[in-house]
């Protein structure tokens, strides 16, 4: 089968990376793919949130099977399109992904059929806002509606800095429209559990677990970002809790999408707060998470493909899905400006890394040139993750692979997995 991959980030590196083990795939194109993604797949510059382009190309090339993987094109309605020309598709419709693409519709969901997560409250007047955030509690939480590319939740923990935050989003329009409401929630606490699912509007099958790092620095220090690290599995998730959350989230989720009339079928991503109350919804993504996929895709030892294929079928409760019993450690290098905006065009010198045991180096903000060489062209440049049959040898391998890569600037956290069984936030 020819199979298009929309997206150019580590995420679709890793999507890409199992996909070319399945002996059914043809050819794999890439929109626009990467650096790292240009070894496995055919690169085509159609940016992935240019929906009439996806459309041409997979109707001029007569693919057979699309993974639209990012929130944006799903959101905009790419699988909409591509499945009324045809092609079968991995990801949900656009009436599915709004879980993701508005936190408003998510919480009013969660409210409607008893799904547990934080109290709140939305506003689309800045200075009733205002109000509100003058006389709450702290820490609290601002989150702007809309897609934000994982840069529209403020963890405010005085008035000021809610206040800057409802500016940012409800005045200065930083995110457009999807500002121009917000959810004012109340700060959950507790360990933080990322719980990637695939499901076909049925049934569901939980992915392993993980723990995702956002916190620019070391200590859990510096402005979020859309992820620094990842561990799998995620060492509070313990089979009693999974069960828990089987029970109270995952299942009532895809029934109540299900029962509103907006079947998920693909990955639905779970993000969780282990609170002295019982775990409750953070948020969900409507696709796999970045980094998250780079963690547990590589854990994956059945053929993703079917899996896809199972999904887009309605028989995912046939589907063989088995994941390693070992541990993953994924480290981000980025740009030293990131999560600001940042110099793009250094040259990049992987020095071995690549080519280490046990190590995968997903590659996300990369370009490849004419002549060979590796550019940054992002904020997040490369995911190093290793994986090994503990937690620490994973650490362990994934840091001496980082340390091995070199470019201008570059920097990562030193304290990935680091924690046992501190929260991380």
Do not use: W
Not at 14 to 33: D, M, N, Q, V
Not at 133 to 146: E, F, H, T
């Amino acid at each position: 089968m020819n199979v298009m991959v929309v997206g150019g980030g580590g995420r679709e590196h890793a999507i890409i990376s199992c996909l070319a083990r399945s002996p059914r795939i043809k050819k794999i194109y890439a929109l626009p793919g990467n650096g790292g993604i240009a070894d496995l797949a055919e690169c085509v510059p159609v940016s992935a949130e240019d929906v009439d382009g996806i459309a041409a190309f997979a109707r001029e090339r007569a693919i057979d099977f699309a993974v639209v993987a990012p929130d944006d094109p799903l959101v905009m309605g790419a699988v909409d399109r591509l499945e009324a020309q045809g092609v079968r598709c991995f990801g949900p419709s656009a009436a599915a992904a709004a879980v993701e693409g508005s936190k408003i519709y998510a919480k009013a969901l969660m409210k409607k059929y008893n799904i547990p997560t934080a109290r709140y409250e939305v506003f689309d007047n800045l200075d009733k806002a205002l109000t509100c955030a003058a006389v709450s509690d702290y820490p609290l939480v601002v989150k702007a509606d809309g897609l934000a590319k994982g840069k529209g939740v403020t963890v405010a923990e005085n008035f000021e800095q809610a206040r800057d935050a409802l500016l940012s989003c409800m005045k200065e329009k930083t995110f457009g429209a999807s500002g121009e409401r917000v959810v004012i929630e109340e700060c959950l606490t507790g360990p933080e559990v990322s719980v990637l699912a695939f499901t076909d509007g049925k049934t569901i099958v939980p992915m392993v677990s993980s723990m995702d790092h956002k916190r620019a620095y070391d200590g859990n220090e510096g402005p979020n970002t859309g992820g620094m690290g990842v561990i799998a599995p995620n060492p509070h998730y313990t089979p009693a809790l999974a069960e828990t959350c089987m029970k109270t989230i995952l299942c009532p989720t895809v029934e109540a999408l299900q029962a509103e009339g907006r079947p998920f079928k693909g990955c639905l991503y779970f993000g969780l707060m282990l609170t002295p109350q019982g775990p409750k919804v953070i948020e969900y993504n409507c696709r796999f998470g970045d980094p998250e996929a780079q963690a547990v895709l590589p854990l994956l030892e059945s053929d993703l493909f079917e899996i896809m294929l199972a999904v887009r079928e309605d028989r995912l409760d046939q589907a063989d899905i088995r994941f390693s019993s070992g541990a993953s450690c994924c480290v981000v290098l980025a740009s030293k400006e990131y999560p600001g905006s940042c110099k793009i065009g250094l040259e990049i010198d992987l020095g071995g890394a690549d080519k280490l045991p046990g190590v995968s180096v997903f590659h996300a903000g990369t370009r490849r040139e004419a002549d060979g060489r590796l550019l940054t062209a992002g904020g997040r440049v490369l995911a190093v993750t290793a994986v090994a049959p503990s937690a620490e040898d994973a650490r362990i391998q994934a840091y001496e692979a980082a340390e091995r890569i070199q470019f201008d600037g570059a920097r990562y956290r030193k304290d990935i997995g680091a924690y046992g069984t501190q929260a991380i936030r």
